[in-house]
Structures are given as structure tokens and as C-alpha cells.
């Protein structure tokens, strides 16, 4: 094949990636028909100024199971290699907990008297700061990008956590007797969430947790 050069142009406008969410410049496309193997090797230099980049190769995209999971745990590593830091990163969510709980404990203190309660409402609110992490992000990629279709995509995965979350709350506040109807229903809302990105992983597994504990009070 021999030696190849691709010269990257800066685009007018910024991509806007919905699943992250982020954005950023397209800089080149390289597209050859490899008929031969062996080990190939790329190159990518800026003269002037340098920086991060993203190199995607291959045509087709696909995850394991075990990757498609870790997904929202990795997408923080992506931030912040963009520059955010992990504080930013997870201040939606570290705001949702404490304002979540202060507000429980100043209207509905009962509501924490018990382990599947209190896990529960732990798991909900897990759900609901992680939209709202995703939210930001898809305002903060917005500030550069402008909207597109992928908007409505990024809106869904914000959505789908919260919507879980609503669920979780009115599964644990106020409940005066855990039934097993109830417990299985907890279990589907902690693998949605495990499916759905809800939670950052920490949330699908307090709420399957949650479906299997004593309804101890306290």
C-alpha cells in the first residue's frame, strides 16, 4: 500500500455526538480497501499548536456486553480527557444526594426508618443524578455545537433515568409492607438501569440489592 497522507481541514461547524454527550471537529475522513495483511501504522501531527485528539478506526462499531455496561463509567474518563474535571463531572449527581436526602429528612424523615427504603431512595437518587450529569453535558456540548436530530437521542437517555427514578421513589416512599410483587419490580427497575446507563452502576446494583433485603426498620 505503501505511504498514504491525509491532510485534516477545520470545519465550519462543530459535530455534535449524542451518546456522550460532547462535540467536536471532524477534521478528516480516510476511507482505503486493505487487501493485504500485516501490521499498519498512523501518524497524526499538527505543526502549530497540537492538542488532543480522537482517532476512530474501522468501519463498524460494536460492544460486548461487559462494555456496553461500563459505558457510563468510561464516558467519565472521556470528559475528563476533554479537560473537565471529575468534580465538575460529578456535581449534578453529588447535588442531587445531598439535596435529595436534606429534602426526605425535612419532609418525609419516616421515609429513611427502613433498609429497603433507605437503600431505595439511595438507588433513585443515584438514577436521577445521573441524568442530570447527562443533562449538563448536553448543554455544555451545546454551547458549542448546534442542535440536531441527536439532541432527541441524548434527550431519551436523559429522560429513561429519571423516569426510573420516579418509579424507584414511589416503590419506597411511603411503603408500609414490601410485598414480593414489589420486590420483583424493584429487580426489573435495577436492570433497566443497568441497560439504560442509569445510576453509574452503583445505582442498578443498590436497587437489585435493595429487591433481596430484610424490611428492617431503625
Known sequence: MGIALQIGQRPSSVTYEP?????FYELASFDQEVSAGGTYYVAVYEQSHGGRY??????????GLDEFIRIPIDVIGIHQWEGQSL??????????????FALLIWKRPTS?????????????????????????QMILALTAASPDVGVLLTAIFILIPILLAIAIFRLT???????VRVRIFMVVLGVIGLFAWAGLLVGPALALVGSVVPDKRF
Open 173 to 179: 416512599i411511603p411503603r408500609k409492607q414490601i410485598t
Open 87 to 100: 468534580l465538575f463531572i460529578l456535581a449534578p449527581l453529588l447535588i442531587t444526594l445531598i439535596a435529595g
Open 112 to 136: 429513611l426508618r427502613g433498609v429497603f427504603s433507605g437503600i431505595g431512595v439511595l438507588a433513585g437518587l443515584l438514577y436521577l443524578g445521573s441524568g442530570f450529569m447527562m443533562l449538563t
Open 54 to 63: 480522537g482517532l476512530a478506526i474501522g468501519y463498524k462499531e460494536e460492544f
Open 19 to 23: 451518546f456522550t454527550p460532547s462535540s
